[in-house]
């Protein structure tokens, strides 16, 4: 009798028979009760996914391999969404932790990780010469604001893609001043076209300009010379020209896009990487800029939290000394590469697109269109033991190749069975 083939360690376990989720839905029940919207974040609510036939809830995670608590395993390319970047449970990250906990994790006065950790920073940003931290991502980019409007003694401001929940970035959404509407200027780079828009956008509104706020987008890869014309638009009307790096900081490049693609910002916002899934933020930028932050009143109690200073020093050295941030792009290349073929065999609309270090799925152009397609196939992938979100998604250290492959094969595996049902 043949043996079975044996199973590679790094891929999940089979799921076998029906997919089990009567602990997610059991606890999901109970959290609708106690916990507005269920849980703590809009991007992990079960509707983000694929209801039925995905996980709610994960109980623990290591390296790329993610258990519910109903005991399924799975490669997991939602990574925190974006924050583990190291992957989970990362050595580097838990030995840390285990090293630094008897210090303390608050203290009534400032501590030497403060400034060890914002030297260590300093020293991978291009152009950062201070840095001040925060706990999230809107936290920095709140903080960047008000130190542009500070600068520029200007209010409006132009923000690209998503920067945050605060007031002054979703200004369209309920229980927030209408007043506000009026100094935010929201505007997309989906599209080439959208580039334009927004240069026009600066120079017509420069005089009221206090800074443009700029995350780039993950359906397309921009160019170094757009993002040089902006540079130079913002500059030529006094305009501070700030990139939101939450998701793309030390993802793309050990300095961020601005190594990447060569270009000066006037200072930068990070998070999620930071510290590789403990919860930290930063600004980043020249002393001519940062220093202005001593006038203001941005302060908050746990941005010298200890652990995940000390962590985050930990992370960055992981970053430097080893080829984390290749690995993750030949990861993310061999899967963009190989998911993208399987998809053309199949001849399924299915494309793998933007940066490899962040791979985003798109069946068609058109949002409504996409979701439609995408849960299924998020369902199909999750049955396989493999959690994908619905657009953007994230590759870690932890990926190995095999888990890459096994991922491709059932991609195909899916889209078969998705197009003959």
């Not at 190291?86 to 050595?91: A, E, I, R, Y």
């Not at 838990?94 to 006065?109: K, P």
Request: charged share 20%; proline share 6%.
């Amino acid at each position: 009798m043949d043996m079975p083939a044996k199973r590679h360690p790094s891929l999940p376990r089979p799921i076998q028979g029906e997919m089990k989720l009567e602990n997610s839905n059991r606890l999901f029940a109970e959290a609708q009760r106690l916990v507005p919207g269920a849980t703590q974040s809009l991007m992990k609510r079960p509707e983000m996914f694929s209801p039925g036939s995905f996980p709610v809830f994960l109980a623990r995670g290591q390296g790329a391999l993610v258990e519910d608590v109903d005991g399924q395993q799975y490669i997991d390319y939602i990574s925190g969404l974006g924050a583990t970047m190291l992957g989970h449970q990362h050595p580097a990250i838990v030995d840390t932790l285990r090293q630094n906990i008897e210090g303390g994790v608050i203290h009534s006065l400032p501590t030497p990780v403060e400034v060890t950790a914002a030297k260590t920073l300093i020293d991978l940003i291009p152009g950062a010469e201070m840095a001040r931290f925060f706990k999230t991502g809107a936290d920095a980019t709140s903080a960047a604001v008000r130190l542009a409007r500070y600068i520029t003694k200007k209010e409006r401001i132009i923000t690209v893609g998503y920067n945050g929940w605060h007031d002054h970035f979703m200004f369209d959404t309920p229980g927030i001043p209408a007043a506000l509407a009026s100094l935010t200027t929201r505007m997309p780079l989906f599209t080439e076209p959208d580039e334009a828009a927004l240069l026009t956008a600066i120079e017509q509104n420069g005089k009221q300009l206090a800074l443009v706020l700029l995350s780039v987008p993950y359906n397309r890869s921009l160019t170094r010379e757009f993002l040089q014309k902006v540079r130079e638009t913002c500059t030529a009307h006094e305009v501070l020209f700030v990139l939101d790096e939450v998701v793309t900081g030390f993802r793309l490049a050990l300095g961020g896009v601005q190594e990447f693609y060569g270009v000066k910002a006037d200072f930068v916002c990070l998070s999620k990487a930071l510290a590789s899934g403990m919860p930290l933020s930063a600004v980043a930028g020249p002393t001519k800029h940062l220093s202005k932050l001593n006038d203001l009143q941005v302060s908050t109690t746990f941005g010298g939290e200890l652990l995940t200073l000390a962590v985050c020093e930990a992370v960055l050295k992981e970053y430097r000394e080893r080829p984390c941030i290749e690995h993750i792009a030949n990861m993310g290349r061999r899967l963009r590469e190989g998911i993208n073929a399987k998809a053309e065999l199949a001849g399924s609309s299915l494309r793998v697109i933007g940066y490899d270090a962040i791979p985003f799925f798109r069946f068609a152009k058109d949002p409504a269109e996409h979701a439609k397609r995408m849960q299924p196939f998020q369902g199909a992938m999750a049955r396989r033991g493999v959690l994908l979100r619905r657009d953007v998604n994230f590759i870690t250290a932890a990926h190995t190749p095999e888990q890459i492959d096994y991922t491709i094969d059932m991609a195909a595996e899916a889209l078969r069975t998705l197009s003959a049902n």
